[in-house]
């Protein structure tokens, strides 16, 4: 006979909530940046791009968009793992596929927008 496990009733629902703050804080920070871009710098020059994220405020924001982006991310796609990929294996290796590029691209995104040394 096999064993059935119960996960209870909320089994879900910080994922669910997660996946919608981080959408609407990188929904907000979209609007910000547009705004920012149309509105506050003159021209699209690479002086006027990295005096933008020269700012602390900026780059703090900014790292929480690439947090929250990626964070979204491996919500989505680990939820399509799970529903869709039935061997534990396959379903193992893409988990860690996944995780593993988007701790590269997060990674990336701050080198590319700060200026970090490679």
Sequence with gaps: MVKRFTVGAHYGLKDWLVQRVTAIYMLLFT??????LLFCLPEFTYKAW?????????????????????????????DIWMDYIKPAGLRLALHLIVLFLLIGYAGWAVQILWRLPA
């Design 31 to 36: 609007l910000f940046f547009v705004v920012a």
């Design 50 to 78: 990295s005096g933008m994220f020269s700012s602390p405020c900026v780059r703090f924001f900014a790292f929480l968009f690439i947090i929250s982006l990626c964070y979204h991310a491996w919500i989505g796609m680990r």
